[in-house]
């Protein structure tokens, strides 16, 4: 099992940026997929950005596209997510997750259920 810890949401203006990180550690959290997903009151929890072991492939939702960047530090078990532009829409608890499996070098999974360990998450809140 892996241990994840979120940090960095807050309280931004719109057109703000944030930049949330995620330490994970145990279960060897650097050889797996690793994704950010959002979920805000009354609504499902949704896909934000997945990256694969390497670093070397990433997805992103439509919504965040050329907003959001993924990227991961595997020396330090360290995953980032820096959101810049950010929208009134963008409001949710941010978690990070570690993927269950590893198929590949360029492998990232990009639904709920194929993450196996989950962080607390963190407020990200942007104002109008």
């Known amino acids: 099992q892996v241990q994840v810890v979120e940090s960095g949401g807050g309280l931004v203006q719109t057109g703000g940026s944030l930049r949330l990180s995620c330490a994970a550690s145990g279960r060897t959290g650097t050889k797996y997929p690793m994704g950010w997903f959002r979920q805000a009151p009354g609504k499902e929890r949704d896909f934000v950005a997945g990256i694969s072991w390497s670093g070397g492939s990433s997805d992103y939702a439509e919504s965040v596209k050329g907003r959001f960047t993924i990227s991961r530090d595997n020396a330090k078990n360290t995953l980032y997510l820096q959101m810049n532009s950010l929208k009134p829409e963008d409001t949710a608890i941010y978690y990070c997750?570690?993927?269950?499996?590893?198929?590949?070098?360029?492998?990232?999974?990009?639904?709920?259920?194929?993450?196996?360990?989950w962080g607390q998450g963190t407020q990200v809140t942007v104002s109008s």
């Open positions: 997750a570690v993927a269950r499996f590893t198929l590949s070098s360029t492998y990232y999974p990009r639904t709920v259920s194929d993450f196996v360990d």
